[in-house]
């Protein structure tokens, strides 16, 4: 809004009647025009900042300090809302270590998934999603194709990044826990990540994504009681061939 100024020696006049009332009239119907104004900026601001979870406080809080930056980095995002309601299990469909734990054995809707979304994102469409299940065996790096988008990291016992997620094998021997559970006793746990590479911001997309994987996963192991065998490191070494 223009102020109105008065020019250098220009002297005050005193305005009366009428034309008081009148400057008053406009004087607060501006004020009234402008607080408007910059209370809906406020309410657009807060609404965009003060809504869903930091990433430290997602999964369960899973994510470590570098995975939680990970996140952000691929988000371009510094909140998050996971997916409510509940599953086939009749439990909350949120992210529990607990429950992801115990349903290891268990078929692929039963288990405990972190499904991420963007705050403020309405596409229905989420970032990233993240289950835990228990495995009988691993593949082996050597037998993927090479593939300018699959990278592998010397991870557990076999850590690739590809294009349309994640996924991390490590040991963690664990029993069935019913006698009609789909998986039987094993000596490993796959962590699988859908997150889609095109979809991702920043610079390290795989190595970011993979962080966010094993961040995770070195809960599940502890978790499980498994934390020693796992062997997971605190930090994602380089990938393999770099």
């Known amino acids: 809004m223009r102020s109105i100024g008065l020019k250098k020696g220009q002297g005050m006049r005193r305005i009366t009647g009428p034309a008081v009332r009148m400057n008053a009239l406009a004087i607060t119907a501006a004020a009234v025009l402008v607080g408007g104004c910059s209370n809906n900026a406020d309410d657009g601001d807060s609404r965009g900042q003060d809504t869903g979870a930091l990433a430290g406080k997602v999964c369960d809080g899973t994510l470590d300090t570098a995975a939680s930056a990970a996140l952000r980095r691929l988000a371009g995002s510094d909140r ?8 086939e299990a009749g439990e909350p469909n949120s992210f529990s270590l607990a ?18 979304y963007k705050s403020g994102d309405n596409s229905g469409q989420s970032l990233l999603e993240v289950r835990f299940s228990a495995s009988s065996n691993h593949p082996s790096v050597s037998t993927e194709a090479s593939s300018s988008d699959r990278v592998s990291y010397p991870l557990g016992v076999y850590a690739l990044a590809g294009s349309n997620g994640a996924d991390l ?74």
Not at 201 to 212: A, Q, Y
Request: with cysteine; hydrophobic share 40%.
């Open 169 to 242: 094998f490590f040991r963690c021997p664990t029993k069935a826990t019913t006698d009609n559970a789909s998986v039987g006793d094993t000596n490993y746990v796959k962590a699988e990540m859908s997150a889609i590479a095109v979809t991702m911001r920043g610079n390290s997309v795989n190595k970011d994504r993979m962080v966010v994987l094993n961040s995770m996963a070195r809960a599940i192991a502890e978790a499980a009681g498994c934390a020693s065998t796992a062997a997971l490191p605190t930090r994602v070494p380089t990938a393999n061939g770099n």
């Open 80 to 87: 998050f809302d996971e997916l409510t309601g509940t599953n």
């Open 99 to 116: 429950r992801a734990v115990k349903h290891l054995h268990d078929e692929y809707t039963k288990r405990s998934a972190c499904r991420l």
